[in-house]
């Protein structure tokens, strides 16, 4: 079992940055692909970002790429999604997920055993 805890989510003021963090227990952490999905009030859930177990390789929605980051350190059992240029449509509920499968990724959400509660972000307009 993999328990996820998000934070450092808030209220920011558009263009500004933020960084999420995603805590994990377990010691098999190294070992999963990890990501990040959101939801919007009113809307499904979607995909944002996705790493494999050593970063080597990520994948991001078109509407985040180049503006978020995802990131991981295997030592601290985190994963970060570092968003930058935030927007008012980033207004989410992030959630962090996880997957026992190292070398493949995927933006499906079926593909994640783990998902944490979510972190609030808002950015008003």
């Known amino acids: 079992q993999v328990q996820l805890v998000e934070s450092g989510g808030g209220l920011v003021q558009a263009g500004d940055s933020l960084r999420l963090s995603c805590a994990a227990s377990?010691?098999?952490?190294?070992?999963?692909?990890m990501g990040w999905f959101r939801q919007a009030p009113g809307k499904e859930r979607e995909f944002v970002a996705v790493?494999?177990?050593?970063?080597?390789?990520?994948y991001y929605a078109d509407s985040v790429k180049g503006r978020f980051t995802i990131s991981r350190d295997n030592t601290k059992n985190t994963v970060y999604l570092h968003m930058n240029t935030l927007k008012p449509e980033d207004t989410a509920v992030y959630y962090c997920?996880?997957?026992?499968?190292?070398?493949?990724?995927?933006?499906?959400?079926?593909?994640?055993?783990?998902w944490g509660q979510g972190t609030q972000v808002t950015v008003p307009s």
């Open positions: 377990g010691r098999t952490f190294s070992s999963y692909s």
């Open positions: 790493m494999n177990w050593n970063g080597a390789t990520t």
């Open positions: 997920v996880a997957a026992p499968r190292s070398y493949t990724i995927s933006t499906r959400s079926n593909f994640f055993d783990y």
